[in-house]
């Protein structure tokens, strides 16, 4: 198998070319197939040659030489080129593994991945060489370089050193810096991220911004400071302001933003009707969300929302591989291009009923042909969480005045904490909760309230976290332990205790953070964490991200960090983490 970016070897390229010469047949040949020709924008008719993962021929001719060749009549269906994800975040829960295998069987065969976790978690070393044993899985998976942690974390000046960003940025795998979580300082006059964002664009890489709500000056800013895309425009008045400032703009369908079919009504309203410069995302939705699909739904979506169809295609493949610079690799049926191809049984429904990824059959007439293969997360050494330390009584204590206040799954506001904390259990006739932020190696905690998570919630443990540091909720401090001490014993995951007994788990076997499980496997398991969380007063609709985003200082107003409260809009800690 050549390297990712698919640099076949000279020896391989010869072979290609004796595929048309009739000297070798190809592994597969398509007749008769109705494609989508993104050339000439059209549907065409062809046969198409493929030998192993790459396309050798498309036209009219078929080979002469056909000897042990797997040759498929594709009378009845549409052929489209395997969609593409953009901006996908694959540590919620599942793992870069999982989320490929899943997404393949919806016709999502190429992940641009966010490298947050592997940055976190890994040594440069052990991540790069993950990375190396995924390229041997049939989808394809790219990356992105983190210029910043999205939280106030120790250490970042070694974990987000130049040394680490540069060896990233220099990675075949990496197609892009960012996403910029930490524009602002950015614009405050940091010249480190600015010095990395030009060395991206001298190694002729891309540069993701992230900025909701941002002004249509602080848009030109950004732009003239290197960002070439965002992912969060969430009305069409702010698609039209990134479209007019020369940025290529991700319409996002996601657990937390689903708002696509808004944006799509609003956009058409302001008479956008061309889609060159849009394309998909379900920006690292939570496991369930995706019962319903992948990319192929946000292609239906769109096409249900008047979106001509060629058009709606083009957004998930051509569109986003020309952006990247892989269109000679992905996102069209073409010669020399990868196999990966989507077979359709109508031209307005995009959920393919057969896959081909690096030509091999993911999916064929509606069945899993699991040929996906067994990842061993023993070869690459993946962490495990391995805690030699316990959390005891006096480590809950809570005395400080100031809270957090949800407002809504994600966002964080203060408020000043006017019941009795002292006692070893709060008042079920209130929302407020005990929070804890404590560090995995158990050198440092945080203690504080958390204000409309939940009313009638015990005690909850999860490792699973920005950083990987554990969170602790509940009114009770016995369960809270209780929740706790089973979350080491099963090696990290979400733990939730009652009455000192264990009422609901989600092991997350890989260091704390991910699940080993598939996703079909998951989907059930979160849904399950949802209503037990509903039952005990959560209000909102994905705790998953609620946990995540504890620590994310990219959205307003007050986080818990490594560093302690931070008050995001004054750029200052409040309160600082206590060693143990």
């Given at each position: 198998?050549?390297?990712?970016?698919?640099?076949?070897k000279?020896?391989?390229?010869?072979?290609h070319?004796?595929?048309?010469?009739?000297?070798?047949?190809?592994?597969?040949?398509?007749?008769?197939?109705?494609y989508l020709?993104q050339a000439?924008?059209q549907?065409?008719?062809?046969?198409?040659?493929?030998?192993y993962?790459?396309?050798?021929?498309?036209?009219?001719?078929l080979p002469?030489?056909?000897d042990?060749?797997?040759i498929?009549?594709?009378?009845?269906?549409y052929?489209?080129?395997?969609?593409i994800?953009?901006?996908?975040?694959?540590?919620?829960?599942?793992n870069?593994?999982s989320?490929a295998?899943y997404?393949?069987?919806?016709g999502?065969?190429?992940?641009?991945?966010?490298?947050?976790?592997?940055?976190?978690?890994?040594?440069?070393?052990k991540?790069?060489?993950?990375i190396?044993k995924l390229?041997?899985?049939?989808?394809t998976?790219?990356?992105?370089?983190r210029?910043?942690?999205?939280?106030?974390?120790?250490?970042?000046?070694?974990i987000?050193?130049?040394?680490?960003?540069k060896?990233?940025?220099?990675?075949d795998?990496?197609?892009q810096?960012?996403?910029?979580?930490?524009?602002p300082?950015?614009?405050?006059?940091?010249?480190m991220?600015?010095?990395?964002?030009?060395?991206?664009?001298?190694?002729?890489?891309?540069i993701?911004?992230?900025?909701?709500?941002?002004?249509?000056?602080t848009l030109?800013k950004?732009?003239?400071l290197?960002a070439?895309?965002?992912h969060e425009?969430?009305?069409?008045?702010?698609v039209?302001?990134?479209?007019?400032?020369?940025?290529?703009t991700?319409?996002?369908?996601?657990?937390?933003?689903?708002?696509?079919?808004?944006?799509?009504d609003e956009?058409h309203a302001?008479?956008?009707?061309?889609?060159?410069h849009?394309?998909?995302?379900?920006?690292?939705?939570?496991?369930?969300?995706?019962k319903?699909?992948?990319i192929?739904?946000?292609?239906?979506i769109a096409i249900?929302?008047?979106?001509?169809?060629?058009d709606a295609?083009?957004?998930a493949?051509?569109n986003v591989a020309?952006?990247?610079?892989?269109e000679?690799?992905?996102g069209n049926?073409?010669?020399?291009?990868?196999a990966?191809i989507n077979f359709?049984t109508e031209?307005d429904?995009?959920?393919?009923?057969?896959?081909?990824a690096?030509?091999i059959w993911?999916k064929?007439?509606g069945?899993?042909t699991?040929?996906?293969?067994?990842f061993?997360?023993?070869?690459?050494?993946?962490p495990q969480?391995?805690m030699?330390?316990?959390l005891?009584?006096e480590?809950?204590q809570?005395?400080?005045?100031?809270g957090?206040?949800?407002?809504?799954?994600?966002i964080?506001?203060?408020?000043?904490?006017?019941?009795?904390?002292?006692?070893?259990?709060?008042?079920?006739s209130?929302d407020?909760?005990f929070?804890?932020?404590?560090?995995r190696?158990?050198?440092?905690?945080l203690?504080?309230?958390?204000?409309?998570?939940?009313?009638?919630l015990?005690g909850?443990?999860?490792?699973f976290?920005?950083t990987?540091?554990l969170?602790?909720i509940g009114?009770?401090?016995?369960?809270?332990?209780t929740?706790?001490?089973?979350?080491?014993?099963?090696?990290?995951?979400?733990?939730?205790a009652?009455?000192n007994?264990?009422i609901?788990e989600?092991?997350l076997?890989?260091?704390?953070?991910?699940?080993?499980?598939p996703?079909?496997?998951l989907?059930?398991q979160?849904?399950?964490?949802?209503?037990?969380?509903?039952?005990r007063g959560?209000?909102?609709?994905?705790?998953v991200?609620?946990?995540l985003?504890?620590?994310?200082?990219h959205?307003?107003?007050v986080?818990i960090t490594?560093?302690?409260?931070?008050?995001?809009?004054?750029k200052?800690v409040l309160?600082?983490?206590?060693i143990?």
């Amino acid at each position: 198998m050549p390297d990712q970016r698919y640099r076949w070897k000279n020896k391989h390229l010869r072979e290609h070319v004796a595929v048309i010469d009739g000297i070798i047949p190809p592994t597969l040949v398509l007749t008769n197939a109705i494609y989508l020709n993104q050339a000439l924008n059209q549907w065409v008719k062809a046969n198409i040659w493929i030998y192993y993962e790459r396309i050798i021929y498309v036209g009219k001719e078929l080979p002469s030489h056909s000897d042990k060749c797997e040759i498929v009549d594709c009378n009845g269906y549409y052929l489209v080129p395997g969609y593409i994800e953009p901006h996908a975040h694959p540590f919620q829960l599942y793992n870069p593994h999982s989320l490929a295998e899943y997404a393949s069987q919806y016709g999502t065969t190429t992940l641009i991945n966010d490298n947050m976790s592997l940055v976190l978690q890994l040594s440069t070393e052990k991540a790069f060489s993950f990375i190396s044993k995924l390229k041997d899985i049939p989808s394809t998976l790219y990356w992105w370089c983190r210029f910043d942690p999205q939280t106030e974390i120790q250490d970042e000046e070694l974990i987000f050193s130049h040394t680490t960003v540069k060896s990233w940025l220099e990675h075949d795998a990496v197609l892009q810096g960012g996403e910029l979580t930490g524009w602002p300082k950015l614009l405050a006059g940091d010249d480190m991220m600015l010095l990395w964002i030009q060395e991206a664009k001298r190694l002729r890489k891309q540069i993701e911004g992230h900025f909701p709500g941002a002004s249509e000056k602080t848009l030109a800013k950004m732009m003239l400071l290197g960002a070439t895309s965002d992912h969060e425009a969430m009305t069409g008045d702010e698609v039209y302001s990134r479209l007019m400032q020369g940025y290529t703009t991700s319409l996002r369908y996601s657990s937390i933003r689903p708002d696509l079919p808004m944006l799509i009504d609003e956009i058409h309203a302001l008479g956008i009707n061309k889609y060159d410069h849009l394309f998909y995302t379900t920006d690292g939705s939570t496991p369930s969300f995706y019962k319903q699909g992948f990319i192929d739904n946000m292609i239906n979506i769109a096409i249900d929302k008047g979106v001509p169809p060629i058009d709606a295609y083009n957004m998930a493949t051509i569109n986003v591989a020309r952006y990247y610079q892989i269109e000679y690799l992905h996102g069209n049926i073409a010669t020399g291009r990868v196999a990966n191809i989507n077979f359709l049984t109508e031209k307005d429904n995009a959920t393919p009923v057969s896959v081909l990824a690096k030509g091999i059959w993911l999916k064929k007439d509606g069945r899993n042909t699991n040929n996906f293969g067994h990842f061993s997360w023993e070869e690459v050494d993946w962490p495990q969480l391995n805690m030699k330390w316990d959390l005891k009584s006096e480590d809950l204590q809570f005395s400080m005045p100031l809270g957090l206040k949800m407002e809504n799954d994600v966002i964080m506001k203060p408020y000043s904490v006017n019941i009795d904390v002292s006692v070893d259990e709060l008042s079920t006739s209130h929302d407020e909760s005990f929070l804890m932020l404590v560090d995995r190696n158990g050198k440092w905690r945080l203690n504080t309230i958390i204000k409309g998570f939940a009313s009638n919630l015990l005690g909850m443990a999860s490792s699973f976290s920005n950083t990987g540091d554990l969170i602790l909720i509940g009114k009770n401090k016995a369960d809270m332990l209780t929740a706790y001490t089973r979350m080491k014993e099963i090696g990290g995951g979400i733990v939730i205790a009652e009455n000192n007994s264990i009422i609901f788990e989600i092991p997350l076997k890989l260091n704390g953070v991910m699940s080993s499980q598939p996703i079909a496997e998951l989907i059930p398991q979160e849904q399950q964490f949802k209503l037990v969380l509903r039952e005990r007063g959560y209000q909102y609709e994905d705790p998953v991200y609620s946990l995540l985003f504890l620590q994310s200082t990219h959205l307003p107003y007050v986080r818990i960090t490594q560093q302690g409260i931070y008050d995001v809009m004054n750029k200052t800690v409040l309160f600082p983490t206590i060693i143990r």
